[in-house]
């Protein structure tokens, strides 16, 4: 007779598992041992809060549940950091932990805090495994996890759970995901169009549901019949090409302020699948109707004209939108165009020494179009948003709901595991470097070739720029004093330390024709950030700048 850990991962791999990543222990074993058949691959990671992230971005990249453990305590808290950005970027993951068998939970034990409550906050659901409802409840989690919108799942583990034998569930039914969010009525969708045909400068923003939603095609049949102006949330990247006549820019990142024009120009905004995880409506939105359509009704605040709401599966949004005739409106792309160039061309302004956005232009040369890019957090981030031209949805890897640091390097791992023949490119700063560095180990163990790219400017330069613009002095955000004296490799992974924009080139272009992992250190000057971000997302508004910016 089989098993619980061998039934437990017999169902993952039903589910559409194929990696699980973590940091082991004992009660732990039985499951590692059921790993070996090759169904699903255990991977060992530094942290368990890498493992959570990897999991996190295998989910967000496959829309089938990523998987991840911690031990009992420490390693569930630190897994929390990782489960929170499959929390807040919308991310369907199934997060195990150990917990004490059922005769000791409310005794004294060491390590044994309670899991279930640790994750109520953090999971759309909770439970704990037992033998006798083993695949119920594990299609449960499945089913949780998937449906609209998804998110993590916790499912505890008790210490003697893995080597019981697995007792046959009479009525077995297959694996099932969750489903779709239902379509809207045909009244709401008249309502919208209605409103629409109203408005003479309606302004079109795209936000992160999109991308889980399709009917791309759609969406971009209605972009080009009706010539609107589009912007994006920064998870949104890739649903409209850079190039495209009615791109405008995105909202929240660097010189937000440029794109606030064509914003504060408009008379109505339809904001489809746009997640106030990643920036709230009131933050930006002017004092228009604003025509909300998601998978959820809005988020908002009583500041917000809600003139139309409309609650359902977005391809059949886009699907009804592109039947629509042209819109009577007035904008002038022509306008937006030049507005949009005077943008990039602020982006990508020469520089007397080697500058963040000469290290993104370096890579966006030489990725091809359907390589990925991730991207972790700080003020980089702010600048990659907006300046990286980004091939399809998805093709930038971003956290921008949980927005931790450290996300960088995991979400790279997991993202060349999903597609072992694409290109993948890291570029995270020195700060969110040191959080992640042991995952280089993780790399080298892997042999998984993936360019990691290091913007060195030796601060916590987001935070920096933060203190300066409360005028604060710059205190307790150096990472180092002295001299910097570069290294040659970080756990076997090989170091290439650059310093121009040539070295740049060479370094990554050699990177990306590498066998196995590789760091390339930058040496950055960081002056163009403060030119560059924590601008007003409202025109003439100081209290629009974001305080999680």
């Known amino acids: 007779m089989s098993t619980i850990a061998t039934a437990l991962i017999d169902l993952l791999a039903e589910a559409g598992v194929r990696h699980l990543f973590g940091v082991p222990s004992g009660p732990w074993a039985p499951y590692m041992d059921a790993m070996r058949t090759g169904a699903v691959d255990y991977v060992l990671t530094s942290t ?17 549940p990523g998987a991840c453990y911690g031990t009992y305590g420490p390693g569930a808290t630190n897994l929390c950091t990782g489960v929170g950005s499959a929390w807040l970027d919308r991310a369907p993951v199934l997060a195990f932990t150990t917990e004490g068998p059922a005769n000791m939970r409310q005794r004294t034990l060491q390590m044994q805090i309670d899991h279930q409550a640790l994750f109520r906050p953090l999971t759309k659901w909770t439970t704990r495994l037992q033998a006798d409802n083993l695949r119920q409840t594990l299609r449960r989690a499945v089913q949780v996890a998937t449906a609209e919108v998804p998110g993590p799942v916790h499912l505890g583990l008790p210490e003697d759970l893995g080597p019981q034998p697995c007792v046959p569930e009479a009525g077995t039914v297959p694996m099932q995901w969750g489903r779709p969010a239902p379509a809207p009525t045909l009244e709401q969708l008249q309502e919208l ?14 936000g992160l549901s999109c991308v889980r939603a399709g009917g791309w095609e759609a969406l971009r049949q209605f972009v080009d019949q009706q010539r609107l102006p589009v912007v994006l949330s920064p998870m949104a990247k890739g649903l409209v090409r850079e190039e495209h006549p009615s791109y405008v820019g995105v909202v929240f990142h660097a010189l937000s302020d440029i794109v606030a024009e064509t914003i504060e120009e408009a008379d109505t905004v339809l904001a489809v699948g746009y997640d106030p995880v990643e920036f709230n409506y009131e933050a930006w939105l002017p004092d228009v109707p604003l025509l909300h359509v998601d998978t959820v009704p809005a988020d908002v605040d009583a500041s917000c004209r809600l003139a139309c709401e409309v609650v359902g599966d977005l391809a059949t949004v886009w699907h009804f939108l592109a039947t ?3 819109l009577a409106h007035t904008w002038d792309l022509e306008a937006i165009g030049m507005r949009r160039q005077r943008m990039l061309a602020q982006l990508s302004a020469p520089r007397t020494r080697l500058a963040p956005s000469q290290v993104l232009g370096a890579v966006q040369d030489l990725l091809p179009p359907n390589g990925f890019l991730t991207c972790d957090v700080g003020a980089h981030t702010h600048l990659i948003g907006q300046a990286w ?22 979400a790279a791992l997991a993202t060349k595991l999903c597609y072992p023949e694409r290109q993948v490119v890291c570029i995270t700063g020195d700060g969110g470097f040191l959080m992640m560095v042991g995952e280089m180990a993780t790399a080298a163990r892997l042999g998984l070739p993936v360019v990691f790219v290091v913007l060195v400017d030796h601060h916590l330069q987001l935070i920096t720029l933060k203190q300066g613009h409360q005028g604060f002095p710059c205190y307790g955000t150096p990472l180092r004093s002295g001299a910097y004296p570069p290294p040659s490799h970080y756990f076997g992974v090989p170091v290439t330390t650059v310093r121009t924009v040539a070295e740049v080139h060479d370094a990554i272009a050699q990177g990306l024709r590498a066998a196995g992992p590789v760091i390339v250190e930058a040496l950055v000057d960081p002056a163009e950030y403060a030119d560059l971000i924590l601008r007003p997302h409202k025109l003439g508004s100081q209290a629009a700048k974001s305080p999680h910016a």
Request: net charge positive; charged share 10%.
């Open 48 to 64: 368990e809060a890498a493992a959570g992230f990897m999991a996190s971005v295998c989910g967000m990249l496959t829309q089938r």
């Open 193 to 206: 169009a209605g409103h629409l045909r109203q408005a003479r400068r309606p302004l079109l923003v795209l």
């Open 324 to 326: 629509l005739p042209v």
């Open 389 to 410: 031209r980004t091939a399809a949805p998805g093709h930038l890897v971003m956290t921008n709901g949980w927005s931790s640091m450290g996300f960088g390097i995991p």
